[in-house]
């Protein structure tokens, strides 16, 4: 009885295959549809060298820096220099002739257009393609600054991005070597077992924050002293290091102001609360690096951001 239904099923697929194959053309199924111009113009955005696939728009260094503080420095540090392993963006003049090159956008990207595309595509990087045109030209135009590039009067724009002159632009050459097989060869290598990443800590299970041999000891809780630092000396560094994730509530952070996102937050206390924010807390909707994954922020400003969303965020009648 199976192998009847299995021969009868297949005759029936072959048979739609046959006469979509001769209503359709030679290699087509009857599957799927064509693309449609808005869809293709959704995928078509890359943007070359020379400019080409640029939108209209412009962005000045100046805006660009209020932009990367909010969006982009929680990950890529103030001033391009990296936050814990996030990229750096700025440096590295002159190392890639090094044993240890820092590849970054100054020392190693040969063309400006790069840049304007990775960010337009691909950042923020819990939230991407959520950026204006001219907050990608904005932003483009600061990092190029950070890598002295640029002035800081600079305007970066449609017409003039293609002209803008990369330290590495020679870098960089066809290669014509043939290709050959090679057989991976590995040494006297780590144990794995040796190796633990800290507290389970990563980005969204993709970017590690840290790492700690198992003997290590983790550092010393944050003191309950810490809960009473006033809210409103957090405000400045919930802005510049804390809204690109609990402004928009993008990776599991719960969005400041959202009162139903710290219903289950708030009663476990503001001490609980700076602790999980500086040791860094994994939840069941998501993973809080500690600091936010800036490491220059002190106890103190932590502990004064945690308080600025608490207050934004709770009910009238919540006493904390």
Request: net charge negative; proline share 7%; with cysteine.
């Amino acid at each position: 009885m199976f192998r009847l239904v299995k021969f009868l099923l297949l005759g029936v697929i072959g048979l739609a295959m046959s006469e979509a194959a001769v209503s359709g053309g030679v290699g087509h199924y009857g599957f799927g549809a064509l693309a449609t111009p808005s869809e293709i113009a959704g995928w078509d955005i890359d943007v070359r060298p020379d400019g080409s696939g640029l939108p209209p728009g412009s962005g000045s260094v100046l805006e660009g820096e209020q932009l990367f503080e909010q969006k982009c420095a929680v990950c890529h540090g103030t001033f391009g220099e990296g936050e814990g392993r996030w990229p750096v963006l700025a440096g590295g003049n002159d190392t890639l002739s090094e044993d240890r090159p820092e590849k970054t956008v100054g020392s190693y990207w040969s063309y400006a257009s790069t840049l304007w595309d990775y960010i337009h595509r691909a950042m923020p990087f819990f939230n991407p393609q959520s950026l204006s045109d001219d907050e990608v030209y904005a932003l483009t135009a600061y990092v190029l600054y950070l890598n002295d590039i640029v002035d800081d009067s600079f305007v970066l724009s449609q017409e003039n991005l293609a002209a803008v002159e990369m330290p590495n632009r020679f870098g960089f050459i066809p290669d014509d070597r043939p290709d050959v097989n090679n057989i991976a060869c590995m040494e006297n290598c780590i144990d794995p077992a040796s190796i633990a990443i800290a507290w389970d800590s990563t980005e969204l299970g993709v970017t590690p924050v840290e790492h700690f041999r198992p003997n290590e000891e983790k550092p010393a809780a944050p003191t309950a002293q810490l809960a009473l630092v006033d809210p409103a000396s957090g405000k400045e560094v919930y802005e510049r290091a804390c809204f690109a994730c609990h402004g928009s509530g993008v990776a599991g952070a719960p969005k400041t102001g959202d009162k139903d996102a710290w219903l289950q937050r708030i009663p476990q206390g503001r001490a609980t609360l700076v602790e999980h924010a500086i040791q860094g807390y994994r939840g069941k909707a998501g993973y809080m690096p500690p600091r936010g994954g800036n490491s220059q922020l002190s106890d103190e400003e932590v502990a004064g951001a945690v308080g600025f969303m608490v207050e934004q965020s709770k009910a009238k009648d919540t006493q904390l």
